[in-house]
């Protein structure tokens, strides 16, 4: 059977179509490479366990060690409040999801009004600027006391007073302002060129940005969209202050009434094992992206 050597690559090619045989060398090289990844791989796994015991031990034979155990990491108080928890967290949870449709859309839009050009156009960028330095300076907690107590105490006819909702849209007003910046950025990555080249095919500017524009936008400032999504999942606790009974809000009235602290570290768990998913999904875009742009 005929062979094609590869030119300083240590493989030998068969010529019939579908097969493949590496030689002596490159099959040395595959070995080696294989047992130098799985001693790292061990190296990595002996090193992570001997630092986790180290640190568990010195915590562990701390002085007031049984005392945090007792008060934090009660075990029976874990599971009695865990559905109380995740009824709360469940209220979390549809927050966070209204929450960032509504700022993805707002924040779009925010977006485009910042970029729009044009003298005429000077009072929509100035209103546009001035929301977002508005929001992005405004700490979040403040916000949520303003407009959660702030609102119901005008006793406006057909304003929502429900303690969510008003978590909600403070949390669409606060987070549409970063949005609304890291859409920005990308559209205004996007070369003139490409505009130009949607102008001269008879596309108005809307058509422009709506189909050539904004799809390239969204996909360069994908991983820091991600980034705040995660972010957002945590802030969304933070509506417990108004009173809502959320995940927070329920372990507050668990640990009232047991006083105890370990529904506290129950919820943390929960918005951890909520915020892990969405971090390696936000890890893998960005690492796609930056494969990407090598490749570009």
Do not use: C
């Not at 705040?228 to 959320?246: H, N, P, R, T, Y």
């Amino acid at each position: 059977m005929a062979r094609l050597s590869g030119v300083g690559t240590g493989t030998a090619v068969s010529a019939a179509p579908g097969t493949t045989e590496l030689s002596p060398l490159a099959r040395e090289r595959f070995a080696y490479r294989r047992s130098r990844a799985r001693r790292s791989t061990l190296v990595a796994f002996a090193s992570t366990l001997v630092f986790a015991g180290a640190v568990g031990a010195g915590i562990a034979s701390s002085p007031g060690w049984p005392r945090v155990r007792e008060t934090f990491f009660d075990a029976h108080v874990a599971w009695a409040s865990l559905p109380a928890v995740l009824d709360g967290l469940w209220l979390n949870i549809r927050v966070l999801v209204v929450a960032e449709i509504g700022i993805l859309a707002f924040g779009l839009v925010i977006a485009v009004l910042r970029t729009l050009r044009g003298p005429v156009f000077l009072p929509v960028r100035a209103l546009a600027t001035g929301y977002v330095d508005l929001f992005r300076g405004l700490p979040l907690l403040i916000a949520l006391y303003l407009i959660g107590f702030g609102v119901p105490a005008l006793r406006l006819s057909g304003v929502p007073t429900d303690t969510a909702v008003l978590g909600t849209i403070t949390l669409i007003l606060v987070y549409s302002a970063y949005v609304a910046e890291v859409f920005r950025a990308g559209i205004e990555s996007i070369h003139p060129s490409q505009r130009a080249a949607a102008r001269s095919l008879g596309l108005t500017h809307r058509q422009s940005m709506r189909l050539v524009v904004l799809p390239q936008a969204v996909r360069r400032v994908l991983p820091p969209l991600l980034n705040d999504f995660v972010a957002l999942q945590k802030d969304v606790g933070l509506i417990s202050v108004l009173g809502a009974v959320d995940a927070i809000r329920a372990a507050q009235i668990e640990s009232a009434r047991t006083f105890n602290f370990t529904p506290y570290v129950v919820a943390a768990l929960l918005f951890v094992l909520l915020a892990i998913p969405t971090g390696r999904v936000a890890d893998a875009v960005a690492a796609r992206a930056a494969r990407r742009q090598g490749w570009s």
